[in-house]
C-alpha cells in the first residue's frame, strides 16, 4: 500500500512539503524564559561575561549583578544564589591557580553579599580562560544535544 499525495505523487520519506503560512500567523520563534542553574555552562558564560567587565577594586553587591544580568537578559531569570554559587567556584578555582585570596573575595557587607575581584593585569586574561572554558562545556552540550537527534534530555 502506498499513500499518494493529492496530486498523485508518492509520499517520499524524510521530505515534508510546505506551503506558504496563512496570513496572520503568529512568529513560532518564541523563547521561554530560562531559569539559571548553578552548574550550567550556558548560565556561567553570561555570568563570567558580565563579572569580566565590572569595576575592579571596590566590593559590588551580588543582588546588583543578578539585577544587571537579569536587565541584560530579559528572557533569563538570575537568582542571586546562582551568581553567588559561580562566584564561589571561580574563587575556588583562582585559589588553585594562583595560590591566595587576594584575587576573587567573597564577603558579607551592611547591604548583603559582596564580591571583589582584584584590580591587576593578571585578572582580565585569566577571566578570558574561565569563560571560554565555559563556552567549550556550552559546546559540548550542544553537541551531544544535537547527537541526540532532537529527540530529548532522557535518552
Known amino acids: 500500500m502506498t499513500d499518494a499525495r493529492r496530486d498523485g ?8 512539503p510546505l506551503r506558504p503560512a496563512p496570513p496572520g500567523l503568529p512568529d ?12 550550567d555552562p550556558f548560565a556561567l558564560v ?6 569580566a567587565r565590572v569595576e575592579r577594586g571596590g566590593p559590588i553587591r551580588i543582588d546588583d549583578i543578578a539585577g544587571a544580568l ?10 542571586p544564589s546562582v551568581v553567588t554559587d559561580a562566584l564561589v567556584a571561580l574563587q575556588a578555582n583562582w585559589l588553585s591557580d594562583y595560590r591566595n ?15 571583589t575581584i582584584e584590580d591587576s593585569s593578571r ?12 563556552a567549550g562545556a556550552c559546546q559540548e552540550a550542544l553537541l551531544a544535544f544535537s547527537r541526540r537527534s532532537g529527540v ?3 535518552d
Not at 46 to 51: A, G, P
Open 101 to 115: 585570596g587576594s584575587g576573587i573575595v567573597l564577603a558579607d557587607g551592611p547591604y548583603g553579599a559582596t564580591v
Open 46 to 51: 553570561r555570568i563570567l561575561e558580565l563579572i
Open 123 to 134: 585578572v582580565d586574561p585569566w577571566i578570558v580562560r574561565q569563560a571560554l572554558r565555559a
Open 9 to 16: 505523487s508518492a509520499v517520499q520519506p524524510g521530505s515534508v
Open 70 to 79: 537579569n536587565g541584560a537578559y530579559l528572557d533569563w531569570t538570575f537568582a
Open 152 to 154: 530529548g534530555f532522557d
Open 28 to 39: 513560532p520563534n518564541l523563547q521561554p524564559p530560562i531559569i539559571a542553574e548553578s552548574g
